[in-house]
């Protein structure tokens, strides 16, 4: 039978078990376990849930013998990567509450949401996952379950940020190229809010909406970032350029003096071709002499009143931080046109502010927009409440360091080739040092040279926090330097989880790296 996705395969020989092994029940929960372990890591996750579900209706259904399961779910929690057995006990929840009873405890569900669930919960589905928890936490304690379900019920109420989101694909990016333009914060404080917003663009792939998130990221990062990897990861990206574009000016500034009470609104609207709308010294003369007749600039606020902040359909968009520019830095409009602003708030709002703070010079109070939009929008795609609290309290006692490296990606490091050291944005004590290309040397095993190019290489990486060494181990270089694996154990297939996890931060895509594991027929264990 060939399939048309490698990952179908697996549904199938699940469900081939317990076809072929029916009068024979003891052997299938093992069997499941090896078809599972060739898939760990390095294989799409896209039928995951739905494999779950199906392990969780077998064991309602097949009268497993309860130890067996124990030994089974135990092993079972190895291989999140293809089985989330958070819904695999849901399932035999809702087929068999007696079963879950007697399989799950307090310190198992503890166990799921700290290392298994977070990791792939998006905002979409997040209310669902903390019913789902209410549910099973209702048999061993009631206080938690509750303030899940409120937790479910709260992170219903506030909308989703789907991958499409304007805030979060347009908005900020346009923010983080106009704090690059105007000197606000250093490279390396630029490329950890550039981080912060990858991660948030990232997290919110899986979510419904399909429209294109990267385009706008893209043409920030390569302006504003000149060493970044995040850009090797948009290569197949098309930029969209929401920057302002240079308009053809036809009239000089100082010809347009025909300015009177019926030529305003037009003028305030763009609606007149051939004028210089970008120009601040344009601005300062039509609101001058506006000022001088109207003092409270009626024509203008109705020309706001039509176009701000709209972002489509009013040309008037890519021009209107100017003129709020111009009334912010004089003292006798200032007053007005802030409380404008803050009763036509909204993210194109600020977005429109960033950029007039861009003309005024005012670093600190752009500095604040900014930095509230990021934080904004990590609450919308982060979980908040009982939930998050669990797993925060469990990740804040962690003081192994070396299983936060392990957890870490490629883009929360600073890396220097040139020095062979990478750095960790979030603790620069912690860095990754390896050998350069003098001290490599040949590598001969037959999964390692069995690609086009026949050549590969072994480096050496220490991880140290600080002055302590924290671990070595070597990595292979591979098919002209296209990817870079870790190495399995003697004469074995198998790798070590904590060396693949280690060496996916040196790959700057995961799929490459998985393309060569499934490749070099090498498995996680």
């Known amino acids: 039978m060939r399939y048309a996705l490698s990952e179908f395969k697996l549904g199938v020989e699940i469900f081939k078990e317990v076809v072929n092994n029916i009068e024979n029940k003891n052997i299938i929960l093992q069997q499941w376990i090896e078809i599972i372990k060739p898939y760990n890591f390095i294989y799409k996750d896209w039928l995951k849930y739905t494999y ?17 399961l124990k030994v089974f779910f135990r092993e079972l929690m190895k291989y999140e990567s293809v089985i989330s057995a958070h ?25 799921l949401m700290t290392d298994n669930i977070t990791e792939a ?14 549910a099973m936490y209702s048999y ?9 379900l409120i937790d479910g019920i709260n992170n219903e109420i506030l909308r989703p940020a789907y991958r499409g989101d304007q805030l979060i694909s347009m908005i900020l990016p346009g923010c983080l190229y106009f704090a690059y333009q105007n000197y606000w914060y250093n490279e390396f404080e630029l490329d950890d809010m550039f981080s912060q917003l990858w991660k948030i663009i990232c997290r919110l792939e899986k979510t419904t909406d399909n429209s294109n998130s990267y385009g706008c990221f893209k043409s920030a990062v390569r302006i504003c970032l ?3 990897k995040i850009f090797d990861n948009l290569y197949d990206v098309d930029e969209c350029n929401i920057y302002q574009k240079k308009l053809d000016i036809t009239e000089n500034i100082n010809n347009s003096t025909q300015i009177d009470e019926e030529s305003l609104s037009n003028y305030y609207s763009c609606k007149i071709e051939g004028l210089p709308y970008d120009s601040l010294e344009f601005w300062q003369k039509l609101i001058q002499e506006n000022y001088r007749t109207d003092e409270k600039l009626i024509k203008l606020y109705q020309a706001f009143d039509d176009n701000y902040p709209s972002m489509y359909g009013y040309p008037i968009i890519d021009y209107i931080y100017i003129p709020v520019a111009v009334l912010l830095s004089k003292a006798e409009t200032k007053d007005q046109i802030i ?18 703070y861009s003309l005024t010079s005012d670093t600190y109070e752009a500095k604040r927009c900014i930095e509230f939009l990021i934080s904004f929008s990590k609450m919308l795609v982060e979980s908040n409440g009982a939930f998050a609290k669990i797993v925060n309290s469990k990740e804040g006692t962690s003081s192994h360091s070396l299983d936060l490296i392990c957890k870490s990606k490629h883009e929360d490091w600073n890396f220097f080739e040139d020095k062979c050291m990478c750095v960790l944005k979030s603790n620069h004590k912690v860095k990754i040092g390896w050998g350069n290309y003098d001290e490599r040397r040949e590598f001969h095993e037959e999964w390692a040279i069995s690609h086009p ?3 590969a290489y072994l480096y050496d990486y220490c991880i140290y926090n600080g002055d302590d060494e924290l671990k070595h181990l070597s990595l292979i270089s591979i098919d002209g330097h296209r990817a870079i694996l870790p190495i399995p154990r003697i004469n074995t297939n198998i790798v070590c989880r904590e060396d693949y996890l280690l ?10 790296l998985n393309d060569y594991m499934r490749r070099s027929k090498l498995v996680v264990e």
């Not at 209706?57 to 497993?64: A, K, T």
């Not at 695999?88 to 399989?103: C, E, M």
């Not at 919960?121 to 903390?130: G, T």
């Open 140 to 148: 061993f304690d009631q206080g938690i379950s509750y303030r899940l």
């Open 226 to 228: 000149s060493r970044n």
């Open 453 to 455: 190019d026949k050549n």
């Open 339 to 356: 409380n404008y602003v803050m009763e036509h708030g909204g993210e194109y709002g600020f977005y429109n502010i960033i950029r007039a």
């Open 503 to 512: 060496s996916r931060l040196f790959n700057v895509r995961i799929e490459t």
């Open 121 to 134: 919960l998006n905002h979409e589905n997040s209310s669902e996952i903390f019913f789902q928890y209410a």
């Open 87 to 111: 819904t695999v006990y849901y399932t035999i929840l809702k087929n068999d509450p007696l079963l879950f009873k007697s399989l799950a405890n307090k310190q198992i569900l503890e166990r």
């Open 52 to 68: 779950s579900s199906m392990l969780g209706i077998f064991i309602s259904r097949l009268d497993f013998n309860i130890i067996e």
